[in-house]
């Protein structure tokens, strides 16, 4: 059969008929789909799971496309009515989830013929029927239907602010010193003698790294952690009652407990246990980094008394440069982003056994980039690079699935959408690029399944983390590195430098396993305890995480983005870290090897969310995973 990719139109007035016509399609098709699951009693249990699953499919598509094209179009009013379909669309899964006609097509069903993906596929679904409120009487459902709503309003509001919070600032042209000449003479001073800075990661991220002038560090780090302030700051209290309200509503302690249920980590009080193992593995070695941050900061600033988020990735640069001998204005110059681009799909296709073909086609966006994947002449699936920052676009990086693969019906689609320079990359860009493309394997990969539920990276979401995590170990590697670097005579970057560079990462690892604590303990604390300043009360968690502090009175959870879709579960980084340390071992013969990569593929990507997340570990490590990787990780900081 021969799969057709999405047909992005060409044309403005293209866009505007797709992004209402598409998914009113697919609403119509869930609708006659939901008529016959309660119309045709004599449907057996399989084919009202085919009939589900048809249903999931349509919703998939329709989610997705909206969803990517809400966060990426360059035309207002296209995101606009796009963010409106996601509402729809997930207010009418919502809705499903509660009826109960529907409810009782499944809850009844005779399972004794069923297979095993079957079973599966069951399973899960009267799990979601009973976590949404069915088994409510008349009036709690109801509020439970509103709840649900608000929470999916409220959480797009958060997230289009964030995107379109865009902050700048002006300094001093002397406030650029330190900085790389390219990004200089990108920047040139006004009439006034000042240049503009943004928060846009093209800025943001080397001024971080590079600004000697602390004044200029801490005026684009405070804008920047303003992001949505003041708009978010009633969207996100009024976001934690309405979750800890549903919780309460569905039998829940908490929304912590809820999220959890059906993630690996079993229950919200395992979060706080898992937090404290992780202030227990890196307290030593933080202990032990921080004093020479601090000492650092006060050979330029005398009187300091704090190192704060504002100083600590420009104070380790400049360790790293003068104890490690790691430049990373010299280390940038071997990282040309169309390089990077190439080599990332060089590299991942040859792991992988896949191709990645490039696709002349219509997309959102002229930066956009489309690509098939191929093995064996066969194509697998489309991805789509949006790399660049421009105004309205999402400001962060991450994979956004597009449609979810079914094995003879549906090719998997994702996109990446990141904010890279169109120049040189720092190499955390490059191990950025990596992650993120682990998430776009994964999706592709995972995407021959037989249900959408199980489709792309369908897994536990304290997993999902895992294979992009992994997959960042390969920017760390010399001979992968060397294969595609060049600094501006040709020259791949040189074993040594990277051997430097790995001895030097190991210097603040502690503390920025300390920096993602304070983001779990903030994720998990405001849910759970709902305090009365956010502000106040997020400046104490990440003051107490790390002796790194928060610049004071501003108001990060306001940009904090993933308080949407992660939740209280923000742990979930370090939990998939441990995991993805360990699975490291499986590679003991190197990062190329065809035969750990082929295990990996199809014990781990390929799976999708067919089985279990502990139980793809451990067919690939062939045994349970276990914390110890990541302790000897830390230790070596």
Known sequence: MSLESLPFPSDAAGWVAFVDERPAARIARVSEIDGRLKAESALTTAERLELWNDADIALSEALSESYVLSEAHPDPSVRDRAEEQVQTVESLSAVRLLDRDLWSAFADAETTDLDDDQARLLAHLLRDFRRSGVELDDADRERARQLADRDTELSLAFSRNIRDGRREITVPAEGLAGMPQDFIDAHPADEHGRVTLSTDYPDLMPVRDYAHDRATRVALVSAYNDLAWPENDAILAELLDVRAERARLLGYPDWADYETETRMIGSGSAIPTFLSRLDDASRPAAEAEYPLLLERLRRDVPDADVVSIADFWYLLGAIKREQYDVDAQLVRSYFPFERVVAGVLDVIGRLLDVEYVPVDAPAWHDDVQSFDVIRGGERLGRIHLDLHPREGKFSHA???????????????????????????????????????????????????????????????????????????????????????????????????????????????????????????????????????????????????ASPVQPLPGLHSYAGFGHLTGYGACYYTYQWSLVIARDLLSGFGDGLMDAAAADRYRTEVLERGGSRDARDLVEAFLGRPSSFDAYREWLAGA
């Open 398 to 544: 991450a994979c956004f699935p597009l449609a979810p693969g079914v094995t003879g019906r549906v090719l998997p689609e994702a996109a990446l959408l990141c904010n890279f320079s169109r120049g040189l990359l720092e190499h955390d860009e490059v191990v950025t690029f990596f992650h993120e493309f682990g998430h776009l394997v994964h999706d592709i990969l995972g995407g021959r399944q037989r249900f959408a539920r199980f489709s792309g990276v369908a897994t536990e979401w304290d997993f999902v983390e895992a294979p992009s995590q992994l997959l960042e170990e390969w920017a760390w590697d010399a001979g992968v590195l060397a294969s595609f670097s060049g600094n501006a005579e040709g020259e791949p970057i040189p074993a040594d430098l990277v051997a430097r560079m790995r001895t030097a990462d190991a210097f603040g690892r502690a503390l920025e396993v300390r920096r993602q604590l304070g983001h779990g303990n903030v994720s998990y604390h405001l849910h759970v305890d709902r305090p009365a300043d956010l502000q106040a009360e997020t400046e104490r968690l990440y003051a107490a």
